[in-house]
């Protein structure tokens, strides 16, 4: 009997389980579908200002019926999607087979002319309804541009720096204008030509045009992404300032050095100002030197060697500018901290340009020199006593000060993109124009450690 028993338990655990998957094979084919066939878009050339009505047909090639699917349209800018409010979007319910045509209007307001952009529409936004494929549910319209409504001008723009206002200028877009393009569209006359692309443009005497143009290729489409990335700003200036209409990153190649001096300052080969990145000739035609850094009475020496069509153009002075516009009122002793939080060149370059070599690495401590095979970090030199001379003519004497410089490259070594993201963003949404304020800023970005805290209590920044 018992025998018996058991094999008809056996018989109805086999019936079971094929119950039980034939079932598994209905749920999975009772899926619905949701495609969208077509998309179309007018005007088809849109200005600034102007509001672009998009249609979509949305089908449901499943096998039940799809219920309030939310559908959206998105506008990418460098990686940054922006689409209407969730709760704004249109939702479609389809039976088996059936489609609906979806509408969106979206205006180009201030701040989007001189942009490209990346168009797609997606059905069932957030992934809320279980589908037979969920990889169908995009549509790509790919890339449209957004003309401005001022024409681009060079006897109308405003990021020419006061010194070369009167000279005779050209103005070229790179996105449609290659290097021979240019070279043969040049005046006798023409003594700086002024190239823009999306997001950078570059002011240059026609002398070192054709080392400009590559330095701009390279800085408007992977130097602006990549140091945006870093601090996960929005790479897209316009919208902080709708006053400025073309509000393009500029960078100024001067004609000599004692001209960027009376901008900038004596002593320095760089400088930045509004949206304004004032180099030499040898940012954009760079000689071989030796970079020296020093550290108590250790100098560092090194050669960066650099493939010729990805040279960066001063990634620390570009960093002044993304601080300015994204960080609140601050000193400029701290936002000075923050653009060499990220001009570490051992972090940023090889990120910039893989195939970048450092060679030569020295280190020379009274009179001796010793050769190293790894650059040294600047994040590590700041973190002890005595600061790198930039840091401590930072500090002034300041132990608050030298205190918080100490410990942002501390916590820059061991956390890396990770930690500098997260200083960022508390940063920006927090004032940071006292010595109290930034101290509270880094303890919040350290997770209001004890350890931390106690540091700058020590020194005085913090009661
Ligand atoms: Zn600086």
């Keep these: 009997m018992l025998k018996i028993h058991n094999r008809n338990k056996s018989a109805s655990v086999h019936r079971n389980l094929f119950t039980f998957v034939f079932l598994l094979f209905l749920l999975s084919s009772c899926k ?73 209007q979206w205006k180009f307001a201030s701040g989007w002319g001189n942009k490209r952009v990346h168009l797609f529409a997606e059905a069932d936004v957030g992934h809320s309804i279980d589908e037979l494929d969920e990889q169908n549910n995009r ?37 449609t204008n290659t290097l021979d393009n240019i070279l043969s569209s040049l005046n006798q006359a023409t003594e700086r030509v002024f190239l823009y692309g999306d997001f950078a443009a570059i002011n240059t005497p026609v002398t070192l045009l054709h080392y400009s143009y590559d330095r701009i290729i390279f800085l408007n489409n992977i130097q602006f992404q990549i140091q945006t990335n870093n601090v996960s700003a929005l790479p897209i200036f316009d919208f902080k300032d709708p006053s400025d209409p073309l509000n393009l990153l500029c960078v100024t190649v001067y004609d000599n050095i004692t001209d960027l001096q009376a901008d900038c300052g004596a002593g320095v080969d760089a400088c930045a100002w509004g949206h304004n990145i004032s180099v030499t000739e040898n940012a954009v035609n760079p000689l071989p030197s030796i970079t020296g850094i020093s550290k108590g009475n250790i100098n560092y020496y090194y050669n960066t060697v650099m493939p010729s069509d990805c040279l960066p153009i001063e990634f620390h002075e570009f960093q002044h500018i993304i601080d300015r516009l994204y960080l609140k009122p601050h000193d400029s002793w701290f936002e000075e901290m923050v653009a060499r939080l990220f001009a570490n060149p051992s972090n940023i370059l090889p990120l910039l340009c893989p195939s970048v070599q450092f060679t030569d690495i020295q280190k020379v401590e009274n009179g001796q020199t010793q050769i190293l095979t790894t650059l040294p970090s600047l994040w590590e030199m700041n973190s002890t006593l005595p600061l790198e001379n930039f840091g401590t003519q930072y500090a002034n004497g300041d132990v608050c000060k030298q205190a918080i410089i100490l410990q942002i490259n501390r916590d820059a070594l061991a956390g890396g993109q990770t930690y500098l993201r997260k200083l960022f963003s508390i940063l920006s949404i927090n004032d940071i124009d006292t010595d109290q304020k930034i101290a509270q800023a880094v303890l919040l970005a350290n997770g209001n450690d004890p350890a931390v805290k106690a540091f700058l209590q020590q020194n005085g920044c913090i009661p």
Excluded at 63 to 77: L, N, P, Q, R
Excluded at 148 to 165: A, D, E, H, M, R
């Design 32 to 104: 619905p579908d949701l495609i969208i066939t077509q998309g179309s878009f007018s005007p088809s050339t849109p200005q600034e200002g102007d509001v672009m009505n998009i249609n979509l047909v949305v089908k449901n090639n499943g096998k039940v019926t799809a219920s309030d699917a939310k559908i959206s349209i998105f506008f990418e800018i460098a990686g940054i999607a922006y689409a209407p409010p969730s709760n704004s979007l249109p939702a479609v319910t389809l039976s088996p087979g059936d489609q609906t045509t979806v509408s969106f």
């Design 139 to 175: 549509y790509d319209f790919g890339d449209l541009f957004i003309l401005p409504t001022t024409p681009f001008t060079c006897g109308n723009n405003q990021l020419i720096i006061p010194k070369y206002k009167n000279k005779a200028y050209q103005c070229f877009d790179i996105r």
